[in-house]
């Protein structure tokens, strides 16, 4: 027995995403301190993994674990932060966050639980919602195109960029374990049918394909990206699409330490 | 004016770029150094060049943190600074300006006027432009009677960037300038530390132990990012965004980082859901709002108290907060230590309250107090651990030994899971307000209200009108009554010292009269409301004129 998994209730669906989800972060914390993890998860159905591990966990608000994430490694380097979020979490409420955590290359992983519908609050349309998506609140279908959440990584400086599937769980914890491992923004999505209200199991089964050639040059990451467009059209390309070591915010930001106030009195007399 | 100069007015003002600001300051700084006291007052519109931005310097032989109405001396470094200042020189006041820039000749008009070739003697000196400030404070220095050695030593101290040249400016301007006063110590004084609220406050925080700064920028507030960023061994972060500020505040502090964050009103507004998650998830938050004129933009550069109310209310859900609303610079360094002290101790959110007077005035510091930093017990606890366990205040252990630690913005059990509940949601609501009561209990023997004066009149005030109210009632037979923390509010400790008195008003700088709303709330009622709302601050003057009616 590892320890890992609490003994609350799951109230996640039965066959849903999440759990393949969650296997293979037991396996990857299982392989790393799991004293030293800190997982942070935002709002919606992936959240309540925060509630089912017995690791250090931040439950943050909706939209809001990238920047909580960004904060706890701030706060303390030697911890390892790993934030679950989901779609309507990262692509909707908290994209500009997602975007500038790349941008500064924060040194976490952030895993996206893409289920491509708000799920919790009983299926609305998310930023990568197909586009003709009927939803609670979309009855007749929905008029916006979704965003390529992997393009806007690759433009925006995200050091590693992942796509996973939950119905191929070794590839999946390979990639999310090389996320780990990676000194600087991890960004990995994981394709996560929701069983209740956007049920992509036998689509994802039939375009998903582990890419034999990974880690391409920028230009060929994105028109990898490109290849899917979050709608019907495409095969889905999965495995790690780019990965670049650059330096990370926090080993060039002040490091803490004694401040002399009396010094500071001083010369401002 | 008499050859021994006491008590000053003086405005140096120019267009937005020309350095009037740090000129204000350098003046302020060579009377600190004869000894002065000195007090400065900082206007500017939303600008970056041009526009009109002015210093008001205040010297005395005593404290006193106002300005007044009428001046003694104005330093122009523009025409439009005569035009909008000439009027307030008195009979006996001095026009100096730089003749070049301006080239009108006031000394027609009456009064005295020394024009200044500040061009010429930045040419001769070969400097740059924008030393022209350097050389107007170097003449008026000599004007005054200054000595040129305790000039020097201010300006080299001062001037980090391109001193060498900046002296040789300020040398040529010294020597080709005119005495005509006689400056002397000022009554024995030592110098003290000048700074603004806003560096006070980051001062205080830093004596409580600070270790993380983020903020993202925002007029009045971003002069303690700028101010911290400065400083070696604070980690200073500027994020996306003031939502991403707040929580990434409630993240390092989680990790173990005693953080304060910092905004005005707008900014302020996006964070409340952090500071809400800061009351459920129990992770000390320190907020520094700093209030400027709205509602929304409002008037960027310009003074309000407007939001006190949305202070003591901020953040969803039955939730408490500390909140202190400091009158001068030495209470801001005194109060933000108590905030991000009470923040860490009881595990929940504290507001440092501000507003844009005192947060960019600058202040002598007097530093009559002892500042603690709250320590905390870090108990060994090992795998049964439980966030939130335990009656009110729960042992704060941080991510990366053998506890596990859960946080959580849901309602949860002690672990620190999400529940449903009926029992426990109501045990968690009760051990908050115990933590609550805990704190205002410890408050009881704080100085929560400050108290000056007798008389059958009271008046209460908050905030940085402290020094224009002390100042305007100095010959009145008044109590003034300063509430210092108001949340929790003190309203046992001001209805004690209203006990004698007959009447009551209350001077704030708003439109609807926030503070009497909150006295009445708490059964103080109040006779007579005196608001300003126009963006500036009251002046001595006009808040007599008002008292007295």
Known sequence: MDNLILPTKNTWCPGCGNFGIQNVLREVISQNDREKTVLVTGIGCHGKIADYFNVNSFYSLHGRAIPSAVGIKMGNEELQVICSVGDGDAYNEGIAHLIHAAKRNSNITVVVHNNRVFALTVKQATSTSPKEFVGSTTPKGGVEEPINPMDVMLSTGASFVARGYVGKPEQLTRIISEGVKHRGFSFIEVLQPCVAWLNTYESYNEKTYEMEEEFLPLQEAREKAREWDYNNGGEIPLGVFYREEKPTIEEQVGEVSFVDTKEILEKSK | ?549
């Open chain 2, 1 to 549: 004016m008499g050859n021994n100069l006491g008590d000053l007015q003086i405005i140096i003002g120019g267009a937005a770029g020309e350095g009037s600001k740090k000129a204000g300051l350098l003046i302020g700084k060579l009377f600190n150094s004869y000894g002065f006291r000195v007090f400065i007052h900082e206007d500017y519109e939303s600008v970056i060049k041009g526009g009109h931005n002015f210093s008001q310097i205040s010297v005395s032989r005593e404290c006193k943190d106002v300005i007044e109405e009428k001046i003694d001396f104005l330093l122009a470094l523009n025409k439009e600074a005569v035009l909008k200042h000439k009027e307030k020189l008195k009979k006996e006041g001095v026009l100096i300006y730089d003749f070049g820039a301006i080239d009108e000749d006031f000394s027609e008009e009456g009064g005295s006027v020394i024009k200044i070739p500040l061009k010429e003697i930045v040419d001769e000196a070969e400097g740059i432009p924008l030393m022209k400030n350097t050389a107007l404070v170097s003449a008026f220095s000599k004007i005054i009677g200054m000595e040129w050695d305790r000039v020097s030593e201010v300006l080299k101290r001062e001037l980090p960037v391109a001193t060498e040249k900046n002296l040789e400016v300020a040398e040529v301007a010294f020597e080709k300038t005119e005495k005509i006063e006689e400056v002397e110590e000022g009554g024995g004084n030592q110098p003290l530390p000048l700074l603004s609220g806003n560096q006070a406050v980051a001062m205080g925080a830093l004596e409580a132990g600070l270790e993380c700064y983020y903020a993202y920028p925002m007029t009045p507030s971003t002069g303690v990012l700028q101010f911290l960023a400065k400083v070696e061994g604070v980690r200073t972060f500027q994020p996306e965004s003031e939502i991403a500020v707040v929580n990434a505040a409630l993240g390092s502090a989680y990790a173990g980082k005693r953080t304060m964050i910092g905004s005005s009103g707008g900014g302020f507004a996006l964070m409340t859901e952090g500071i809400s998650f800061s009351a459920q998830s129990e992770i000390p938050l320190c907020v520094v709002l700093s209030q400027r004129m709205g509602p929304a933009t409002g008037v960027p550069t310009y003074q309000a108290q407007a939001d006190l109310l949305f202070a003591l209310n901020a953040g969803h859900g039955d939730m408490m907060r500390f909140v202190v609303a400091p009158g001068d610079a030495d209470e801001a360094y005194y109060l933000a230590n108590k905030a991000l002290n009470i923040a860490w101790k009881y595990q929940m959110p504290a507001i440092i309250l501000l507003d844009k007077e005192l947060s960019e005035n600058t202040y002598g510091v007097k530093k009559d107090f002892d500042l603690e930093k709250e320590e905390i017990v870090r108990e060994e606890k090992g795998e049964d651990y439980n966030r939130y366990e335990g009656e009110d205040v729960s042992p704060l252990i941080f991510p990366g030994g053998e506890a596990t630690v859960k946080v959580t913005g849901y309602e949860h059990d002690k672990k620190g899971v999400a529940t449903e509940k009926a029992e426990e949601i109501k045990a968690m609501h009760e051990k908050r307000i115990r933590k609550y009561e805990k704190l205002k209990e410890e408050l009881r023997e704080e100085e929560t209200v400050k108290t000056y004066k007798e008389g059958s009149t009271a008046i209460i005030f908050w905030g940085s009108t402290k020094g224009t109210v002390l100042e305007a009632t100095k010959e009145m037979d008044v109590k003034l009554i300063q509430p210092l923390v108001v949340q929790p509010f003190p309203e046992e400790k001001i209805k004690e010292a209203l006990r004698e008195t007959e009447r009551v008003v209350c001077v704030e700088a708003n439109a609807t009269g926030q503070m009497t709303k909150v006295l009445k709330e708490k059964g103080v009622f109040v006779d007579k409301k005196i608001l300003k709302y126009d963006g500036r601050p009251f002046t001595v003057e006009e808040l007599r004129k008002e008292l007295e009616k």
